[in-house]
């Protein structure tokens, strides 16, 4: 497994110090938002968890090999290709297989990041139970990806395009802990508060990083998810962005979208319909969360080296 892996220099040297790595995906880039934006976000982003102490590792797929952390080049080619595959577990070898270009989702980050040794990863928001999954069984691979891969995961929550109720459901049958950041409510990625609660209140890094450390000691596999709600100056009025979300849905289901190809069309359809307000409340989470991120994994270091 480890030939397939590439590190940029700054992750290697990361890595031979032992300073805390944190994964970030890369459809956010590629799928997520539009070029320019995505490309500045990303550098904007990776600086955010360099200034909180940590070093940012951006992942994808490119000529064949598991990148871990991506020249400024590779950043530009993401964001601007127009064919950059979005890879979940599903299509991670067949990705690598072909050597085609190949931009990893929360489920294939997850993997890669475990292959690559680092802890903790930093999105927007997880995929999830889709709207009508009862008929259509549209269930995000990540969720699958959080009950096995160890790894844990600092999002908005969950994209509010989705069933939050059935999300959170089956993040508890498969025994994955979701965790709240500075209240109790779990956040619904636009907005603070999806109506539902996160299963623990953890509010300071130190606190997240023992509880995280102590459920891999005790040999309880797969992730944890650390939902850090939106800042409250860029959040959207629930109200609103319900409405859109359901303008949105009704437009997809009348022009037969399906599959990976609903939540980029949706995001795109809800900023076509805020204006361009949800791309500026997506930039604002995800810039929260690289800072929350980066703190956790300093301070999950640091039980490393002191237990």
């Not at 209240?183 to 953890?202: I, V």
Request: charged share 20%; net charge negative; hydrophobic share 45%.
């Amino acid at each position: 497994m480890q030939a397939f892996l590439q590190f940029s220099p700054e992750v290697q040297a990361a890595r031979a110090a032992g300073k805390p790595v944190v994964a970030l995906e890369s459809t956010i880039i590629s799928h997520g938002m539009p070029y320019p934006q995505n490309v500045q976000t990303a550098r904007e982003v990776e600086q955010v968890i360099r200034d909180a102490g940590g070093v940012p590792a951006t992942i994808a797929i490119i000529d064949g090999r598991i990148c871990i952390g991506l020249s400024e080049d590779q950043l530009e080619l993401l964001g601007q290709s127009k064919d950059a595959i979005k890879v979940s577990r599903r299509d991670l070898a067949y990705v690598l297989a072909t050597g085609k270009l190949g931009a990893t989702t929360v489920a294939a980050t997850m993997i890669c990041a475990k292959l690559a040794g680092i802890e903790v990863f930093v999105t927007g928001g997880i995929g999830g139970v889709h709207r009508g999954a009862e008929t259509s069984f549209d269930i995000s691979a990540d969720l699958q990806e959080l009950a096995q891969t160890g790894v844990a995961v600092v999002c908005a929550g969950v994209k509010s395009i989705l069933d939050i109720g059935l999300t959170l459901e089956y993040l508890e049958t498969h025994g994955v802990p979701v965790v709240s950041v500075g209240q109790a409510a779990f956040p619904a990625f636009f907005t603070r508060d999806s109506g539902f609660k996160a299963d623990f209140q953890l509010d300071t890094p130190e606190e997240q990083a023992r509880f995280i450390r102590t459920k891999w000691q005790l040999g309880l596999d797969g992730g944890v998810v650390v939902s850090n709600p939106v800042p409250e100056a860029s959040s959207m009025k629930s109200d609103e962005i319900d409405a859109i979300i359901a303008q949105a849905l009704r437009e997809a289901g009348e022009q037969g979208v399906k599959g990976k190809l609903v939540t980029p069309f949706l995001l795109a359809r809800i900023k076509e319909l805020t204006g361009g307000r949800s791309l500026v409340t997506n930039i604002a989470l995800v810039k929260h969360n690289a800072l929350v991120g980066a703190k956790l994994a300093v301070a999950l270091a640091h039980t490393a080296h002191s237990s």
